[in-house]
């Protein structure tokens, strides 16, 4: 069956060959990115293709939680109903690693941007609705200081922080949620997989894309995901995974709830 699926960071790397995979396949696309030029040209291309569906296109820099807003409010005008998010969008290096606001970039767009854009669109969300969130084999234990942005951290301690924060929100949410949906699904895509990220970061050319593009489509739609709300899939292993120890202490993934929470209402949106 056809569906409605966002796709964040749609303009490079896994997200991207994912968006042409999904288009090939015919579902409608709300495709995001940050570069309007990058995007558009992703839409024009991918639109002109015989078997594509609807593809829509959503400017927004996912660093910036006032346009995550806008972005989730620009979705609401158009749509009453979207079976899948995939919170693929990332980043690990950048120059600038502190935003406006002044917290750290790798949490506000790995870690925040998901969560409000997600919370936004839940009135979409039906009971079988998915919410895939990118997460890596890379995790390290989030200390609430950093979160806030009130600790410096290394490229790579931020990138890993970042990562068990959504894994740890992915499941508390699941878990809150088991009920009345949408079904919370994270997903490491496979590690060094051939993207800008990983060019970047470590230098290397990285695996086959496709393996991350292949388990995000069947995250996104295969019947095997429709009771995996709440859990890890770990793509290095080809399967669903224990998680790290404190995305299983319902106590701390709380704790990491409450405050991304309390972090965007000081943000004032
Ligand atoms: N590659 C791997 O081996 C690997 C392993 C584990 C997890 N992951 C995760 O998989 C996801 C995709 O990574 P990738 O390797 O495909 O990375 P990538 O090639 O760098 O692509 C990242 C995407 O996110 C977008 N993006 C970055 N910062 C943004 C911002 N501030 N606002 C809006 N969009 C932004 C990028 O936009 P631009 O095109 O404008 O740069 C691009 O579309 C990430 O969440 C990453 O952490 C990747």
Known sequence: MLKIILLTGATDGIGLETAKKLASMGHTLLLHGRNETKLNDIVKNLSALPETGIIESYICDLSNLNDVRSFAHQVMKRHQKIDVIINNAGIYKTANTITSEGYDIRFVVNTFAPYLLT???????????????????????????????????????????????????????????????????????????????????????????????????????????????????????????????????NKKCERIFKSIELTIDKLNL
């Open 119 to 249: 919370q936004m669109l839940s009135p979409l969300l039906d009971k079988e609705a998915r919410v895939v969130n990118l997460s890596s084999a890379a995790q390290s234990p989030v200390n609430l200081l950093a979160m806030e942005g009130k600790q410096e951290l290394s490229d790579d301690d931020a990138y890993a922080k970042s990562k068990l924060a959504i894994t740890m929100w992915s499941r508390y949410l699941g878990i809150m949620n088991k009920e009345m949906g949408p079904i919370f699904i994270a997903v490491n895509p496979g590690s060094f997989l051939a993207s800008k990220m990983v060019k970047d970061a470590f230098g290397v050319a990285g695996n086959d894309i496709n393996i991350g593009v292949s388990i995000l489509v069947r995250a996104a739609l295969d019947p095997d995901f429709s009771d995996a709300t709440g859990k890890y899939y770990d793509n290095d292993n080809a399967a669903f995974a224990s998680q790290h120890p404190d995305a299983l202490d």
